[in-house]
């Protein structure tokens, strides 16, 4: 399995972004997450999403600004971001888990990560 991120870039604050994670692989009965390390700071889950469900939980800081989909036909995971801070600075990771369980589950549960992408917010 390989996941490859874009999307990612400098937005002011109040902004959207769209990031994507393209599977090149088995996707079926698995778990995807994003996840952000901003500088200087330890990693954070920002959201999960069971694949085959579309069941999602997010980091309480993102309800209702943040959305994870995916595009069963593209093998492609999505992370829409909206009214966006400075404080959501940071890199992004998409991550792929093949352990049963997802609500938001920690970081190393995840197998697989993208290369990740970017984000700067400017206030």
């Known amino acids: 399995v390989r996941l490859v991120e874009s999307g990612g870039g400098s937005v002011m604050a109040g902004g959207s972004l769209t990031l994507s994670c393209v599977v090149h692989?088995?996707?079926?009965?698995?778990?995807m997450g994003w996840f952000r390390r901003p500088i200087e700071k330890e990693r954070e889950s920002v959201g999960t999403i069971l694949w085959y469900t579309g069941s999602t939980a997010y980091l309480d800081s993102v309800k209702g600004r943040f959305t994870i989909s995916r595009d069963n036909a593209k093998n492609t995971l999505y992370l829409e971001m909206t009214s966006l801070k400075s404080e959501d600075t940071a890199m992004y990771y998409c991550?792929?888990?093949?352990?049963?369980?997802?609500?938001?589950?920690?970081?190393?549960?995840?197998?697989?990560w993208g290369q990740g992408t970017q984000v700067t917010v400017s206030s």
């Open positions: 692989g088995y996707t079926d009965n698995l778990c």
């Open positions: 991550a792929q888990s093949s352990i049963s369980g997802c609500y938001l589950k920690a970081a190393y549960d995840f197998e697989t």
